[in-house]
């Protein structure tokens, strides 16, 4: 450690020894034969990681599974007798009802009052977990329409209860001009649809490039679009892993974006103002850092 003395004492080479130690990685002590001692913290926070980790594969997991078969099947049998889809979303929602509950995760809303969730409007979400789907239908307190991939159609249960109840499918890569006249006309009857323009989870936690014709559907229809940022879903449950880490969540509802005047054409200046929208309410509260 340089010091303004030339020369020092073995007292003061000593205090400079454990001062330089102090700020020196654990690693880099122990790759220098200096005997590290992790400090209780570090233990305690060592076993509550491998605690949470069981207590996620061994009861959170299990039990989402058991939810989801469940109300899949409780609402396929409805889904012969709801003609508009109502029973069906309350079942969508009890099974998210469950989920957040049992993962201990409680989710705070803001925004709302800036909405008027009476209309038609397209909610633009973004995409950073599997659990967001869950989140989305506790919290918005409306029957909508999710914009889902086709190959989430596919799966057992899930997909099911997704193509009975009516939400919408479309290839985000090969969109058919069938689906997306359909979500136009679901916009136009004055259904709320949400989408995650994404396209897919995020594998850092920062908000991934969009799809611009994800907006034509609100441009065609003439209707708002919404953006809404979820907050702690990455950090709780990010791709590649089922261990779900229980925190406190957020929803944060952005001003609504007009799409009055804007046409076809204008898809790119769309998705760049809805994304801009949505990333200045997701970094404003994620842990994430703000790469703009």
Not at 24 to 32: E, K, R
Not at 252 to 262: H, V
Not at 265 to 287: G, I, M, N, P, T
Request: with cysteine; glycine share 4%.
């Amino acid at each position: 450690m340089p010091t303004l003395n030339t020369f020092s004492t073995p007292v003061e080479s000593e205090v400079e020894s454990v001062a330089e130690s102090a700020t020196t990685p654990s690693s880099a002590l122990a790759a220098a034969g200096v005997p590290v001692v992790k400090n209780s913290s570090e233990k305690y926070w060592g076993r509550w990681h491998w605690l949470s980790r069981l207590r996620s594969y061994f009861i959170y997991d299990p039990l989402i599974w058991s939810y989801t078969i469940v109300c899949a099947i409780v609402s396929l049998t409805l889904s012969f007798f709801d003609r508009d889809s109502r029973m069906q979303h309350f079942m969508a929602r009890t099974w998210s009802w469950l989920i957040i509950k049992t993962i201990v995760s409680p989710v705070t809303v803001h925004g709302w009052e800036r909405v008027d969730t009476t209309k038609g409007n397209l909610y633009a979400v973004n995409h950073s977990s599997a659990l967001d789907i869950p989140v989305v239908y506790a919290n918005l307190p409306f029957q909508f329409r999710i914009l889902a991939k086709t190959e989430i159609f596919r799966y057992p249960f899930l997909g099911w209860h997704l193509r009975r109840s009516g939400q919408l499918e479309i290839n985000p890569d090969k969109p058919s001009v069938s689906s997306v006249r359909i979500a136009v006309k679901t916009l136009k009857d004055g259904m709320p649809v949400v989408i995650f323009p994404e396209g897919g989870r995020t594998a850092t936690g920062q908000i991934k490039p969009f799809y611009d014709g994800a907006f034509f559907m609100a441009i065609a229809a003439q209707a708002d679009i919404v953006p809404v940022a979820l907050i702690g879903l990455f950090e709780m449950l990010p791709m590649n892993t089922f261990h779900i880490q229980s925190r406190p969540l957020e929803v944060l509802i952005g001003e609504p974006i007009s799409t009055k005047g804007y046409t076809t054409r204008d898809l790119q200046v769309v998705a760049a103002k809805v994304k801009a929208a949505l990333e200045d309410l997701y970094y404003s509260r994620a842990e994430t850092p703000d790469p703009r």
